[in-house]
C-alpha cells in the first residue's frame, strides 16, 4: 500500500513539475499570432492562407491559382518572428481600421487576423488600405512562402 501511495505521490509531483526546455527556458504555449488569408476573385487571383503560431510555427495551404497549393509547414526563427512584431508596433495595427472595402467584388481580399499582446484585430483589405498594411501583407508572404516550405504527408492525421 505504501509502495502505491508513494507511485502516486510521486507521479502527482512529476505532472505538476513544468517542462523545461534545453536552454532552460519553460516551454511556450502556442498559440495563433497571425492569420493571413488572401481570397479567390473571379480571374486567376492566387487565393492562400498562412497561419503562424507564437512559437514561429506556420502552416501554408495553397488553394486557387496559388504557387504552391495543398498544405505546408515551416519554422521562422526568432529574428522574423521579431521583424514581424516590430512591423505590427511601427504600423500600430490595433489603431487601423477593421475594414478597407470596395463595391468592387471581383478584386481579391487579404484578411489579416492578429492576436498580439492580449488583443486580437481583425482587418478585411480589399482597396483602399495604408500602404504600410500592404507592406506588411507582402511581408508576410516574404517570409512564408519560400523554398523551404515542407509538404505536409497528405495523409498525415487521418484515421
Known amino acids: 500500500m505504501n509502495a502505491i501511495i508513494s507511485f502516486l505521490i510521486f507521479t502527482s509531483l512529476a505532472i505538476s513539475q513544468p517542462v523545461v526546455e534545453e536552454n532552460n527556458q519553460m516551454p511556450v504555449k502556442e498559440s495563433i499570432f497571425i492569420t493571413?488569408?488572401?481570397?479567390?476573385?473571379?480571374?486567376?487571383?492566387?487565393?492562400?492562407?498562412?497561419t503562424i503560431f507564437n512559437t514561429g510555427?506556420?502552416?501554408y495551404e495553397g488553394l486557387q491559382f496559388a504557387e504552391k497549393q495543398g498544405k505546408f509547414s515551416k519554422k521562422l526563427d526568432k529574428n522574423e518572428l521579431s521583424e514581424l512584431k516590430e512591423?505590427?508596433?511601427l504600423?500600430?495595427?490595433?489603431?487601423l481600421k477593421d475594414t478597407y472595402d470596395s463595391k468592387i467584388t471581383d478584386?481579391?481580399?487579404c484578411i489579416l487576423l492578429i492576436n498580439y499582446k492580449e488583443k486580437k484585430?481583425?482587418?478585411l483589405d480589399r482597396d483602399g488600405a495604408p500602404e504600410e498594411l500592404k507592406k506588411f501583407e507582402k511581408l508576410i508572404d516574404a517570409l512564408v512562402i519560400t523554398k523551404d516550405l515542407k509538404k505536409e504527408d497528405e495523409g498525415k492525421g487521418k484515421g
Open 91 to 95: 504600423l500600430n495595427i490595433f489603431a
Open 107 to 109: 478584386i481579391p481580399s
Open 36 to 50: 493571413m488569408e488572401r481570397t479567390p476573385c473571379f480571374g486567376k487571383c492566387p487565393s492562400y492562407k498562412i
Open 121 to 123: 484585430k481583425k482587418i
Open 87 to 89: 512591423q505590427l508596433e
Open 57 to 59: 510555427n506556420v502552416v
